[in-house]
């Protein structure tokens, strides 16, 4: 077991080490003269990041530099549009798309001649007047990391790393200095609520379950369930900065007096599991978690357990019931469970973006993090930018941004000049934000209002191509997959709701329809036991309210103005450009397409199975849908 | 789920067994052991075999029934083997919008199997999953946990010609 002192010399021992891996830092301090981050997350990782860390070690060896230059695997740089991308400090030179076969290049001239190879960087980083950080580029700049603060780094597989940071400072802080009603009223002053969607104030919560006989068992769970698809915030704080999750669960285990945690973490996340087991070691090796911790009498310890791929276990109850080993089925609320939750005993639960913010709340202090964001909503949130966007991967940003700002400078734009059309938040709990809501500052009561919410955090952005119709049709088929089946109208309702948006995309609904369509989502929103089937509406709803007159169009002229449902349109051949050169005919799987050489060719509907290659492979954009 | 599937032959192999065996030791007596017991069985067989189930619930008293409820809640189990490969189409959102419902009709196409089933030579197995966290290469697909990025439908027959 370390002492608090013992936590200040590791700290100092390894200060200069991640401090090196700064803009502008001490190039003097340090075993290494360089330091090269290559990032490890799942993103980079699925395209090939682990094989050119490997390779660069191989070479840095081979040039005799193993005692001069360190590689270090990371977690996510957020930039995964880019992957593999690495840094090199202290240059901080942001090599971007990097392929093995440039591996050997950059260790001869970057880390041997100490010449920084331009070609390979992230060409935004390469100015006239040399190269600038990341830091400096329009995807960095506005951004503010706070929970991914550690993510891209340091080594998450290196509890001294995170103590280099001033990670496990709070707790002794905690433990040493402060009272449990402290702690609370800086979590509550702080203003932090939620991140895992319901946005419930974080230190109200934790009140809540402070109370109660003294010795009545409680528990920390800390929910890493990350259903939404489409959102990685929380995969990529496991995967970056694992310990900064144990911290926080052992100071709420201290306020609320509770001595086990449990994370639920999704058994899809194998590498943000792989770290947790080695961070959960080294963490009861230095006796950061076990029994009297920093010499207190405080014990607390953790245990994980993997989800087995159900979406509702996303809600707190259910979460509760599938730790236990069953059927993960809510339960209804109150006894909320603060009061009665894991095994029946007073329980917190917080999602794992929520838990990262919370020591560096502890260390800077209540004003500190109340002084970001919007007057409700403080601090900073983590978003997954996906879809229709150049820069695909995770940013942080002050809560009351504009989705403007996100998509267009942060997100880079939309990939071929396309128009933006929509942006779908809140996952399948959520709804979409129209181009009229584009400079609404995002925060969680601003998103509710406009019909959407902020949910865990995903963000995906939809272009002109994209039908709103078949995406609230796509987010209904996820919640009839995944409605736990415990309630009736969620169940049947989604079920029946899904039925109605089928006949609308099939061209077979009357305008009646509609009504009947909005007056379920009205029943189902009311009458479901959780938030699963209280929200699965809203996509509909929103696209309904944004984009009726799509959905009239689909019902009314049966067309689907983005051509995108496939019963309401045909592919046809414009006979005054296509010139006859059979490229269509020659690679349609279902020989639809006939014609003579130089005279135009025809599609026969009959045989068209609309998989738009004749489009895609035409040279003369003789192919269209009508 | 179509019933020809069920009456699988069992083909657990003694070392398996003993696996299995050594894992229910480590769990017994353990607050709340079914589903973390249940994945590392799937871990062992590959799937979750009838019999095996047998075998859980009478060690850890467990009722059958209840096992049975929880292995078919969960999407992560399975009571079926699947192939030699098994694809894993990703149908997230930023998947979905970038066109993965495309890949994973061709893929049905090609293969001649729903989503869910196996080749009749054991070879493929398909299934969707929601999000493997590769959005910046979307869509994408993962066979036997490799990840294919950037797909478009007419990617998917050379990508099986990779798999022997």
Known sequence: MITVDQLKKIKEKNQDIVNFRKEGADKGKGKYRSHVLVCAGTGCTSSGSQKIADKLEQEIKAAGLENEVCVIRTGCHGLCALGPVMIIYPEAAFYSNMELEHVPEIVSEHLVKGNVVTKYLYQETVTENGIISMNQTNFYKPQHRVALRNCGVINPENIDEYIGTGGYEALAKVLTTMSREDVVKCLIDSGLRGRGGGGFPTGKKWQFAMGGAPGVQKYVCCNADEGDPGAFMDRSVLEGDPHVVFEAMAIAGYVIGANQGYIYVRAEYPIAVDRLNIALKQARDYGLLGKGIFGTDFDFDIDLRLGAGAFVCGEETALMTSIEGNRGEPKPRPPFPAVKGLFGQPTILNNVETWANIPQIILQGANWFASMGTEKSRG?????????????????????????????????????????????????????????????????????????????????????????????????????????????????????????????????????D????????????????????????????????????????????????????????????????????????????????????????????????????????????????? | MSDERINIPYKGTPEQESQLAELLDDYKGTKSPLIPVLEQAQEIFGYLPEKVLKTISEELRISLAKIYGVVTFYSFFSLYPKGKYNISVCLGTACYVKGSGQVYEKLQEVLGIAGGQCTADGKFSLEACRCVGACGLAPVMTVNGEVHGRLTANMVEDILAQYE
């Open chain 1, 380 to 512: 900073t949130k983590v978003f997954a930018l996906g879809g229709k966007i150049n820069n695909v991967g995770l940013v942080e940003i002050p809560m009351g941004t504009t989705l403007r700002e996100v998509v267009e400078n942060i997100g880079g734009g939309i990939p071929g000049g396309k128009k933006f059309k929509a942006a779908q938040t809140g996952g399948p709990s959520g709804g979409c934000i129209s181009a009229e809501n584009y400079d609404v500052p995002i925060d969680y009561d601003n998103l509710i209002a406009i019909g959407s919410m902020m949910g865990s955090g995903g963000l995906i952005v939809m272009d002109e191509d994209d039908c709103m119709v078949d995406i609230a049709k796509f987010f209904l088929e996820f919640t009839v997959d995944e409605s736990c089946g415990k309630c009736t109208p969620c169940r049947i309702g989604t079920k029946r709701l899904l039925e109605l948006l089928n006949k609308i995309t099939d061209g077979k609904a009357e305008m009646e």
């Open chain 1, 514 to 626: 509609l009504d009947r369509m909005v007056e379920l989502c009205n029943l189902i929103k009311e009458n479901s036991l959780c938030a699963l089937g209280q929200t699965a509406p809203n996509p509909v709803l929103s696209t309904y309210k944004y984009f009726k007159d799509e959905y009239i169009a689909h019902v009314k002229d049966k067309k689907c103005p983005a051509g995108k449902c496939k019963n309401l349109f045909s592919y046809q051949i414009d006979p005054d450009k296509c010139i006859g050169c059979g490229l269509c005919a020659k690679n349609c799987p279902v020989e639809a397409i006939s014609g003579e050489k130089k005279q135009p060719y025809t599609i026969d509907a009959s045989k068209c199975v609309k998989c738009g290659v004749c489009i895609s492979k035409c040279k003369k954009e003789a192919v269209y849908k009508a």
